[in-house]
């Protein structure tokens, strides 16, 4: 039986360490800081998320803010918003939840941030700072996935990694991570993908597989090498009428087999999703230290 990756603890403890590096800012007399969130339209998964971001900045003690936008915002008017919130100074960083209603462009909001409050780490000059190995706000999923192997010391140097799916978000910035200079990186990195001919081809032969394609339980043990560590990103809401609230997560990952022949795994919920969460939290942090020493 695998060893478990557990993204509560860790999380807690990263909170921990987040509110104690808060409250010395403020007894040297500093401002709280300040993550903002933008809701666009009335998706129940998203207004959880946010919800939940906004705890998270109570717990820590930052200052928070929501605006919640009509679904029916024009592309034009949610770009005249963005530019406001870009200029705002009593703002560390801010977020635009995703998915975004279908008739507005998410690449053209996403373009519109202000790199330098871009906590989420989606904007491209982000992006190619991270691919360029030079600081900056890294997304936080796979920036929660690097902290979590690296806080359970899961060697990674000269690892076979197999990375399933090639979302902006997830798949390509994990891949790009994981084979940087040092540690946690210094992988072999396979990206596989929907054109991939024959992934459990790959995935036999990986040490470390994250899985970020969100087909429920798509990895099963015939598709892994004994002994691996498996990371799954995959949370897909699936019908269950016995549960409270009548469905349960999914992950990629066909748990109860693969945790048999694994040596690692992240539960669903409970592994990636927590760390997610607690590294946005980081990025805001930084955001926060940058702007207070200018
Ligand atoms: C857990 C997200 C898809 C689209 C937009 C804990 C989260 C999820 C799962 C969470 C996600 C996914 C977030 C668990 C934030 C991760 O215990 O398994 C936390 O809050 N996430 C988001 O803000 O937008 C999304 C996934």
């Not at 902006?168 to 084979?179: A, F, H, Q």
């Not at 994250?210 to 691996?228: D, E, Q, R, W, Y």
Request: charged share 25%; glycine share 8%; aromatic share 6%.
């Amino acid at each position: 039986m695998a060893n478990i990756l557990d993204g509560i603890k860790l999380s807690k403890q990263i909170k921990q360490e987040i509110k104690e590096e808060v409250s010395q800012y403020i007894n040297q007399g500093h401002r709280q800081p300040h993550l903002l969130a933008v809701l666009v339209g009335d998706n129940p998964a998203s207004q959880t998320y946010v919800n939940n971001k906004i705890k998270d900045c109570q717990a820590v003690g930052f200052t928070s803010s929501i605006i919640k936008l009509k679904s029916t915002i024009t592309e034009e008017e949610l770009l005249q918003e963005i530019k406001k919130i870009n200029e705002a100074d009593d703002l560390d960083g801010f977020i635009v939840q995703l998915p975004l209603p279908k008739h507005i462009n998410q690449e053209k909001i996403i373009m519109a941030i202000n790199p330098e409050k871009d906590v989420d780490g989606f904007h491209p000059t982000n992006f190619g700072k991270m691919a360029l190995e030079i600081e900056s706000f890294l997304p936080a999923t796979p920036y929660g996935i690097m902290e979590m192997l690296s806080r359970y010391e899961i060697p990674t140097e000269g690892k076979e990694v197999v990375v399933i799916g090639r979302s902006r978000i997830v798949g390509r910035p994990m891949s790009i991570l994981l084979s940087k200079k040092g540690y946690p990186g210094d992988a072999t990195v396979t990206l596989v993908h929907s054109k991939t001919v024959n992934i459990a081809k790959h995935t036999q032969n990986a040490d470390i597989i994250i899985t970020a394609l969100g087909v429920p339980h798509f990895l099963k043990a015939n598709m892994i090498k004994k002994g691996s560590v498996i990371v799954d990103v995959g949370i897909t809401k699936l019908e269950d009428p016995t549960k409270e609230k009548g469905y349960y997560l999914a992950g990629d990952v066909d748990f109860p087999e693969v945790a048999e022949k694994a040596s690692w795994i992240t539960p669903v919920p409970g592994g990636v999703g927590p760390m997610t969460r607690a590294m946005l939290l980081k990025n805001t942090l930084f955001a926060y230290t940058q702007n207070i020493s200018k």
